[in-house]
């Protein structure tokens, strides 16, 4: 199958064309009747506001579409691990010797099996059901950048909502549907920043660690190990918070939030560990 179609067929899934819709209603409310009721569309504030929060949310669509039509990063079929190494066998080198026993192939460092996508993953960090797609080597930029503007756009609809909720007059407010419709949409956006504010908080807890969710774990249990054996544990990847920020966002810090700036990827078969610093 033609691989743009392959692409294109991950849009077919409840999952993504639910985060569609719940991005377009927290749009049209925020623009329409929030933000008209709060100040007027019209209005000096109410220009801004919208201009603001449209800037966000069309880059969360943007960086969302990325996600989803990025490949995560699939082994070159050219990979071979450097077997002519030294004698030691540290956890790095067993884990370059190790081979895939779906796959049955080498997988290079940090490269985990996918079960959902039925192939091994470059850095994977999990499979995300929202995008149809695993986060891996190729996207986690824009997952990252994704999950940073819809976090401030959605803290930026909340506190419109609760503008607009503090100056209404709601004693002249006819029916309780329309109250009914308020308190519906307080709760899901007070549930919706919480959940984006976790998600966000936790990548960047990784990104500047250098570490993948699969790898935090892994971690947990290598550092759980190493304690009952009277021995320290650090991840190997973690070469200091501002590399493995660049590392993954970039060198120039003014693409930093720009989620299809990933020039500075390489072939995902290699990483810098604290060894290559010491």
Known sequence: MNPMMVKAKRFLSLPVLAVFLLMFFVYYTTIFIFIDHWVGLQSSPGTFNASIFTVFASISIFSFFVCVLSDPGHVPLSYLPDLETTTNESAKDNAERKKCDKCFAYKPPRTHHCRVCRRCVLKMDHHCLWINNCVGYWNYKAFFVFALYATIASIHSMVLFICCVLQKDWDSAKGSSLKIFYVMYGTMVMALTIT???????????????????????????????????????????????????????????????????????????????????
């Open 196 to 278: 984006l504010l976790t998600l966000s908080g936790w990548h960047i807890y990784l990104t500047l660690h250098n570490m993948t969710t699969i790898e935090y774990y892994e971690g947990k249990r290598a550092k759980w190990l190493a304690t009952k054996s009277g021995q320290s544990y650090r991840h190997p990847f973690n070469v200091g918070a501002y590399k493995n920020i660049t590392l993954i966002l970039g060198p120039n810090m003014l693409k930093w939030l720009c989620p299809t700036s990933i020039s500075h990827l390489k072939d995902g078969v290699s990483f810098p560990t604290i060894r290559d610093n010491s």
